[in-house]
């Protein structure tokens, strides 16, 4: 399997990413749950208050870095991406799909939370992948 085709299969199995954001001149990084859909490998889905920091931060600078939160510990592959984030068009229901692969409960409150949530995706064209100690390759996606 190549890195590219790994990648996909990496992102597809990940629940979770440390998204860092920076806005005046300060970074911050959260753990985000998302939606990943192999068929659009190069943009990934997560929501977020409306009213929140983050999507304060991000209509500031949309510029973003994302390394996926591995799902078990003893994996030997390393991933990072920058894009830029911004809201999204897609459907609330397709979200609440998309994040229901993994987490199915959080998934059935979502249409529920829909009103107050800020719908955000991340587009990007490369990613950074290594495994193990090997130095990483860019990908393009």
Known sequence: MDKRELFIK????TT???????SDGAANVRIVSIGFDKEEPGVLYFLTDANSKKAAELAKNPEVVFVPVPDKPDTDISIRVW???STSDITIERIAELIGRHLPEFAKYIPQ????LA???IRYKT????????SPDTITL
Do not use: R, W
């Open 83 to 85: 894009g830029k984030a």
């Open 16 to 22: 979770n990413i440390a998204l860092a954001t920076c």
């Open 113 to 116: 939370m829909a009103p107050g």
């Open 119 to 121: 719908l955000f995706e």
């Open 10 to 13: 990496y992102m597809e199995e």
């Open 127 to 134: 990613a950074q992948v290594s495994l193990g100690m090997d």
